[in-house]
């Protein structure tokens, strides 16, 4: 038989085994971690000096090790985060700390400055000897954790119990069997996504939400918001507290918001295009025809932030002028710096993920989830699991916690092209990028940007962030607030502890790194939702108008396309 003939369904083979292996690796390709630490193993052993060095590493630090159990707390030595309670200081506990401290310097020491090793590989063996040293932490085991087994010996063992008893309901949870009762104290138009509105735009893809007016006359100029579709769109509309959109209609702002659909098999081949024409511009043209003669505020967070400036470049391209401003929150637009989360886009893992995704249609919730738990192990896996399994507690659930656990499907099609052209191979930064087979370039945006990045950002590098500087023509102003990617945006007034760097470039300043950036920047108190205001309001008209009337409607906010599982 003609090999052609054979050869696509030997390929076939490799896609459907290489599915079927994904759900056991937590979707990471085998072949990508072998060669990691091959690649590791054997610069390592090309490295004579590294070796001995390592091999002399106790010999050196053992002295410092000693200092370190017999100095007063507070003094010379440093709190780890794990080892905080004062009980740590005791005989043994102490030595089981500072030992675990000990050895995981070494590892730091071996996955690291080997001579020759790529860059991504060295962070991905650093990264995996990280898992397991947190796996062994002597803070996650009864024997060797003071507090625990203190609660041990005090309950009788009844937290163990209790442990075990909430460890069964997760598993049943996880698989689908129960419902979490803590998650069900947030429901989504009960006590989350409550801001009324109502849907003026319905198509296969978006929802498109108008939140009602709570002022008698509004800016001019309507805020459109592109949130990311990787979760569901009211992290920026959550308790009514916290809710940016409540408050944004509250200053008098008519504001518009893009509800994802959360798609199935049957949306395997959607992709980016269909995200920038059913999404952004069918959001767009609705949102122009609604309010004439009237410029937009284009937002975008995370993801949406990425479609929002790919959306600002195609326009800026077409000649559309509609946009009188583009406002970014945590998004990247130049990927070659973009954390930890390379550490899963490489061109194995990238591979591996398209042949899932072609025999499901969609990458699954779970996949995505296990990623970013590995990348915050210690606060997102082992504190909960000595907190809820151990100690037989429960965290108390609030709204942040309760959206983070409503994620969605990715297609096939859009996600493919997202990590191959946007994430690993930095297309659009590069000017390769095309939408609807037209090359873009992020140059072309002239209007003024409104830039957010957040200091302990895993997912979207506030540094990755900041090149916007680099890559659009117009004034920048760009913002640095406290928190992380989630927490550091909803972040309303009031917020105790909030505080943000901000400075603006305008066209034609000499570009300045992040390090300089920061030494320039001035610092405020509180939430960064009111510079931001105040920086819509400069970029809007001075007359305030009647808010706009509605055109035909689909349903009250939040619609039904958040509802879908």
Not at 12 to 18: I, L, N
Not at 172 to 195: C, Q, Y
Not at 240 to 258: A, F, I, Q, R
Request: aromatic share 12%; glycine share 8%; hydrophobic share 40%.
């Amino acid at each position: 038989m003609d090999n052609k003939v054979i050869s696509p369904y030997l390929r076939e083979m490799d896609t459907c085994w290489q599915a079927a292996l994904a759900p056991l690796t937590l979707g990471m390709s085998p072949a990508g971690v072998a060669s990691s630490y091959f690649a590791w193993a054997s610069h390592l052993a090309q490295s004579p000096g590294k070796m001995l060095d390592l091999a002399i590493y106790p010999l050196l630090h053992t002295p410092g090790f000693i200092h370190r159990m017999t100095c007063v707390r507070g003094e010379t030595c440093a709190v780890d985060p794990r080892f905080k309670s004062e009980k740590w200081d005791r005989w043994p506990w102490r030595f089981y700390a500072e030992s675990f401290l000990y050895v995981e310097e070494w590892w730091r020491q071996a996955t690291t400055g080997v001579s020759g090793l790529e860059d991504h590989e060295e962070r991905f063996v650093s990264f995996a000897a990280r898992q397991v040293m947190d796996a062994l932490c002597p803070a996650n085991f009864p024997a060797t954790n003071p507090e625990l087994a203190a609660v041990t010996l005090n309950s009788g063992g009844i937290n163990l119990l209790r442990g075990t008893q909430n460890a069964w309901h997760d598993f049943r949870h996880m698989i689908g069997g129960t419902p979490d009762a803590e998650d069900e104290k947030f429901s989504v138009g009960v006590n989350l996504a409550v801001t009324p509105g109502e849907v003026v735009l319905r198509n296969g893809l978006i929802e498109l939400i108008r939140y009602a007016p709570q002022t008698k006359s509004v800016y001019k100029e309507p805020v459109l918001i592109l949130p990311a579709w990787i979760m569901k769109y009211y992290i920026l509309d959550l308790s009514p507290h916290n809710s940016l959109v409540k408050w944004l209609v509250e200053k008098g702002h008519t504001v518009y918001m893009v509800s994802w659909k959360n798609p199935s098999a049957e949306d395997r081949s959607l992709g980016m295009d269909d995200y920038y024409r059913l999404g952004a511009m069918a959001a767009m043209d609705a949102v122009a025809a609604e309010c004439p003669n009237a410029k937009i505020h284009l937002t975008g967070y995370c993801l949406g932030g990425t479609l929002a400036l790919i959306t600002a470049a195609a326009m800026a391209q077409r000649g559309d002028n509609r946009l009188r401003s583009l406002s970014l929150f945590a998004a990247q637009g130049d990927f070659t710096e973009a954390g930890e989360l390379e550490l899963f886009v490489t061109h194995s893992e990238v591979d591996f993920l398209k042949n899932l995704m072609h025999v499901q249609g969609y990458l699954d919730t779970r996949h995505m989830a296990g990623a970013f738990q590995m990348l915050r192990s210690y606060d997102l896996i082992w504190s909960k699991a000595v907190n809820d399994y151990l100690k037989g507690l429960r965290r108390d659930a609030f709204d942040l916690t309760a959206w983070n656990a409503d994620a969605t499907r990715m297609p096939a099609r859009m996600h493919g092209e997202y990590l191959d052209k946007l994430f690993l191979h930095n297309d659009f930064a590069e000017g390769r990028f095309k939408v609807e087979g037209r090359s873009i370039a992020a140059e072309d945006i002239r209007v003024p940007v409104f830039a957010v990045g957040t200091e302990r950002d895993h997912i979207a590098p506030w540094r990755s962030v900041y090149k916007v500087q680099m890559m659009t023509d117009g004034d920048v102003t760009f913002v640095l607030t406290s928190g992380g990617h989630n927490a550091g945006i909803v972040s309303e007034p009031g917020h105790e502890g909030r505080f943000y760097h901000m400075h603006e470039r305008k066209h034609g300043d000499r570009y300045i790194d992040p390090d300089a950036w920061r030494g320039v920047a001035r610092q405020e108190q509180g939430s960064w939702w009111t510079a931001w205001h105040d920086w819509l309001r400069r970029h809007s008209a001075k007359d305030k108008i009647a808010p706009p009337p509605f055109h035909g409607s689909f349903g009250a906010a939040p619609g039904t396309y958040v509802l879908q599982k």
